[in-house]
């Protein structure tokens, strides 16, 4: 079982209410900075999901060993290497294996792609796959997650456009930093809104250490780089 914070940001609710609507389905597009608690409050949605009997099956594209699936998702076509980035083909495996998980579901099924820009050319697959399961009428719910803004709504304007329900993460308020932190007017003003980095707040070094290499690292080195922001910023 894994392990969720107590503390639940607004953010949950409305997620939970968003992919439980009737009607037409659109992907939805989970996105905003590193370091706000984008994943933590979709398997916060998620775990209501369960509770209330809808399958979920969330797939972070950067790890080798994801959740166990629901019953019913068939076995794995290919296996993940630890450090490899997976490809088009394993988006498209993962995909047709929800698919037909789904289709045996009373409740259909919740799929989350964690860090799907990582996977070349995922916008365009995603299309295909979304367009023929809206032809087919699949009950599969997509959530996409990223943590590199312009590489998703990059990719989600040129081939996405009118499939997907934007929901977008910011920092944390002062309100949900007091609430779950208990930090102070003074220290929010100075630190700001990272959760992961407020247990370091009483010791500065920590704190530069922390929001050095998970925030400002990654963005420069995978996020920028991944999406071709730095090549024309340096052309």
């Known amino acids: 079982m894994r392990y969720l ?21 659109r992907l939805v597009a989970v996105t905003g900075p590193r370091q706000t608690g984008k994943t933590t409050l979709v398997l916060q949605a998620l775990s209501d999901l369960e509770k209330d009997g809808v399958p979920c099956w969330y797939l972070p594209v950067d790890d080798p060993t994801p959740d166990k699936p629901p019953l019913g998702i068939p076995p794995a076509v290919h ?104 930090v102070a007017l003074d220290e929010y003003i100075f630190f700001g809104g990272y959760p992961g980095a407020a247990v370091h707040i009483r010791n500065p070094g920590r704190w530069r250490g922390y929001v050095r290499q998970a925030v400002v690292a990654p963005v420069v080195e995978r996020d920028c780089t991944g999406s071709g922001f730095l090549d024309k910023w340096t052309a």
């Open 5 to 25: 914070p107590p503390y639940r940001r607004p953010h949950v609710a409305r997620l939970t209410t968003l992919l439980k609507e009737d009607g037409p389905m």
């Open 79 to 182: 296996v993940l290497v630890p450090g490899q980035t997976p490809g088009p083909e394993w988006l498209v495996s993962s995909w047709e294996r929800a698919r037909i998980a789904a289709e045996h579901s009373s409740r259909g099924i919740v799929m989350v792609l964690d860090e799907i820009q990582r996977i070349p050319n995922w916008s365009g697959v995603v299309k295909g796959l979304w367009d023929r399961d809206r032809r087919t009428g699949c009950p599969l719910r997509v959530v996409i997650l990223g943590s590199a803004p312009w590489a998703m709504l990059t990719g989600i304007h040129e081939s996405l456009a009118g499939r997907f329900d934007p929901f977008p993460v910011a920092h944390w308020s002062l309100d949900e930093m007091q609430r779950a932190f208990g």
